[in-house]
């Protein structure tokens, strides 16, 4: 009888390791193809597909196929969905430290956002997610938010005081813009075009991208380019599934991540100014802040800038980073 030495039995583990069969990976996300999210499930797929040479295939099912965003961090998480592309607010009541990615005031525009998202900062935040069974390959982004009203533009501070405004249930959010005078009403995304449309609502944070898809500017009449913080997603796999690939499999998984995050960013970037372009030609005001009211914004974020600083020490190193940004030349 052959006797198995430890030798033996390494020896054909890596070689199966080497000739590992072909993977199919299944991608969930809860948004509309139209979405930024969308295309970074596109890039990340074409991606991975040409540098594995199509060894490893992705499947995307979007439009909340595989579930709502809560349903798809569970599902990475415990394994029932191999990967996701869904909003990082969704994980900091998992990891605190995930809210540096929202900060208010900090990022200044989609440039300093690659900075950031390409950080070691960024990176020790997303790395806590491990603990969770997940692993996040990469932070993207789904665009810059913005203040839209159904009356006039807010123009400063003061025109921002009471309206009340929809928010995304995060208890950072809402500190952020009690301090900034309005008054915050967390709501389910879905029910906030009714809320514009019959008065229950003044007014919403949010991206452009949003405002044309959901086709907000049928009720808005004024957009202020306030830019206070962007609307970012993990993209993430389940820790088990990524530990059973190869190393190899896992660099190329690693290296298309990486390499999706630029573009994908700027893209969103080149979206936004088609979109004001659009809504110049409904005659929807966009108006851009005036220095004085960027400075009350800041002044009005700074103290929960700072409570958000001493939660985490992780929270402290991606602010300190990011408060050395310094705006792209336009």
């Known amino acids: 009888m052959m006797r198995i030495t430890a030798g033996v039995l390494m020896g054909a583990l890596l070689s199966t390791a080497a000739w590992a069969e072909p993977v199919t990976l299944r991608l969930g996300h809860a948004v509309f193809e139209q979405h930024p999210i969308h295309d970074t499930a596109i890039r990340f797929k074409e991606a991975v597909e040409r540098l594995s040479d199509g060894d490893i295939k992705i499947d995307i099912f979007p ?45 200044p525009d989609y440039e300093g956002f690659v900075t950031m998202a390409k950080s070691p900062e960024a990176r020790a935040i997303m790395d806590k997610l491990e603990n969770h069974m997940m692993v996040a390959l990469g932070v993207y982004d789904g665009g810059q938010r913005h203040f839209l009203t159904v009356g006039a533009p807010v123009e400063s501070l003061a025109d921002m005081h009471h309206k009340k405004t929809r928010v995304a249930p995060n208890k950072m959010f809402l500190d952020a813009w009690q301090a900034a005078g309005v008054n915050p009403t967390p709501m389910a995304y879905g029910e906030v075009y009714s809320a514009l449309e019959t008065g229950t609502l003044d007014a919403v944070e949010i991206n452009l991208t949003s405002i044309e898809s959901e086709k907000y500017y049928e009720i808005a009449k004024g957009v202020s380019l306030t830019g206070h913080y962007f609307w970012p997603s993990f993209l993430l796999i389940n820790q088990i599934k990524f530990n059973s690939l190869t190393p190899e499999q896992q660099d190329i998984m690693r290296r298309a991540a990486d390499e999706v995050v630029e573009p994908q960013v700027m893209a969103v970037k080149d979206l936004d100014e088609q979109i004001k372009v659009h809504l110049d030609e409904l005659n929807i005001p966009v108006v851009a802040p005036s220095a004085e009211f960027r400075a009350e914004l800041q002044a009005a974020f700074a103290p929960v800038v700072q409570k958000y600083e001493a939660i985490d020490p992780l929270i402290a190193d991606f602010a300190a980073a990011a408060k050395q940004l310094t705006p792209a030349a336009q």
Request: no cysteine; aromatic share 6%.
């Open 63 to 107: 439009s909340r196929q595989l579930g709502d965003v809560k349903e798809l961090m569970e599902g990475v998480q415990f394994g029932t969905v191999d990967m996701t592309v869904n909003s990082t607010s969704a994980y900091s009541t998992l990891e605190p430290s995930i809210d540096a990615f929202q900060l208010p005031g900090l990022i």
